[in-house]
């Protein structure tokens, strides 16, 4: 099993741009999370997933969107990325009382 | 909402132990969880409470008393892979969906 996995794991955007982070998980999860984590301020939540198709808002969704259309899958989109979004985007699906953690992508934006 | 505090860093020697506290005030709760990270790398769970009292799994052992919103995780006969973001969250019985608030971590550095 590979667990869950994020591409692409670095990237530099100029403001304005657009992009799709993709995360992606074998363990057959119902539930998938992403989350981004900036110094001091520990991971926040920023959009989650209770089943394929469905999605809702966490406590930070403002400037991004997903979608869930396969269950394996859960993409994160910038759609005019901005300065205030470069930070570290860790996506996460979980079973039972466990999270499991993708290895993350290291978003700048300039 | 939820608060959710813990030290910024703590420093201890190899072989000593270190406490790391966790105290949180939140509009419910419904399980208090402990992860590790290394610098660079994903969280990755280390231990859960719900009921009160100690959890213990090998070096580490993790409590809670929910009546006093506090939590620790003891890390016995430090080792220097040891060193990381310790990073406690809390979950909220108001929320089924399995959603964690996370607190700001708190960086244990291990010196020999």
């Known amino acids: 099993n590979a667990g869950v996995t994020q591409t692409p794991k670095f990237r530099v955007l100029k403001t304005g741009q657009s992009m799709t982070l993709l995360c992606a998980q074998d363990?057959?999860?119902?539930?998938m999370y992403w989350y981004r984590q900036d110094p001091g301020m520990g991971l926040r939540l920023i959009h989650y997933s209770v089943g394929e198709g469905t999605t809702a808002k966490g406590e930070v969704p403002d400037g991004y969107n997903v979608s869930r259309l396969k269950k394996q899958n859960f993409l994160l989109g910038l759609e005019s990325a901005a300065p205030s979004q470069t930070s570290v985007y860790f996506c996460?699906?979980?079973?039972?009382?466990?999270?499991?953690f993708g290895p993350g992508t290291r978003l700048t934006v300039t | 909402g939820q608060n959710i505090d813990q030290p910024t860093e703590m420093t201890a020697t190899e072989g000593a132990i270190v406490q790391i506290n966790c105290t949180y005030q939140t509009s419910g709760f419904n399980g208090l969880f402990w992860y590790q990270q290394h610098a660079g790398e994903a969280p990755t769970f280390l231990s859960y409470?719900?009921?009160?009292g100690l959890e213990e799994k090998g070096r580490f052992s993790s409590f809670l008393s929910r009546s006093k919103g506090y939590s620790y995780l003891l890390l016995k006969e430090l080792q220097m892979k040891d060193s990381a973001s310790y990073l406690c969250a809390v979950r909220a019985t108001t929320d089924s969906w399995g959603k964690l608030q996370f607190g700001a971590g708190t960086q244990v550095v291990v010196t020999p």
């Open positions: 996460a699906s979980r079973d039972h009382n466990e999270q499991y």
């Open positions: 409470n719900v009921l009160d």
């Open positions: 363990m057959n999860h119902e539930y």
